[in-house]
């Protein structure tokens, strides 16, 4: 009785020295990606892209691609919403600027860029991997569930810009920012023929 339970642990012990590999290897290319913005963007629109076309050819699994379209929406606000909500929390910690004489104070993501783009990539798998097994091909009339994510989608952007615009924070920044000086009479005078 005892060598039974002795060869399942030693049998296990394999599995766990490869599942450990594999997860090492995983999180080292993933750590490499890390730099790559734009490639790892590229790469996610290539898979929501191959998703979008299993779901076209096969007609069906509305219902999980609304589901996906949800968690979408939640990763989004997330993404633009500050790590501390000013209208919840007062706090003696990072927080938003309210007036023009309020002190400079990043803005934080609750949602990193890294963790939102590597959430949806798993999204789009999972639910590319769902669209193999029938059970998940709940018969539903996809119009109704697109009119309803779109109004969701509205009404919940629209919370968002108004809170943005409420507590005046941009979550979206293009590159570093370039301030132009004043220009001294000197450096005027210089471009004389």
Not at 35 to 50: D, E, S
Request: charged share 20%; with cysteine; glycine share 8%.
């Amino acid at each position: 009785m005892e060598g039974s339970s002795g060869d399942g642990a030693a049998a296990s012990v394999p599995l766990a020295k490869w599942r450990n590999d594999f997860s090492r290897a995983f999180q080292y290319y993933l750590d490499r990606s890390t730099p790559h913005t734009l490639g790892r963007w590229l790469g996610t629109l290539g898979v929501a892209v191959i998703y979008c076309l299993r779901v076209y050819y096969v007609q069906g699994f509305y219902i999980v691609t609304y589901g996906l379209g949800i968690y979408l929406l939640n990763l989004l606000i997330g993404f633009l919403s500050p790590m501390v909500d000013p209208e919840l929390e007062v706090s003696d910690g990072p927080a938003l600027p309210t007036r023009g004489s309020d002190e400079f104070k990043p803005f934080i993501r609750r949602l990193p860029e890294f963790k939102f783009w590597y959430s949806i990539t798993k999204a789009f798998c999972v639910a590319f991997v769902m669209t193999f097994f029938s059970v998940f091909d709940v018969p539903v009339f996809w119009p109704i569930l697109l009119c309803y994510w779109i109004v969701l989608f509205v009404l919940t952007m629209k919370r968002q810009i108004l809170h943005m615009i409420k507590y005046k924070y941009v979550p979206l920044n293009m590159g570093k920012q370039r301030y132009g000086g004043k220009k001294t009479s000197a450096s005027s005078g210089l471009s004389k023929d």
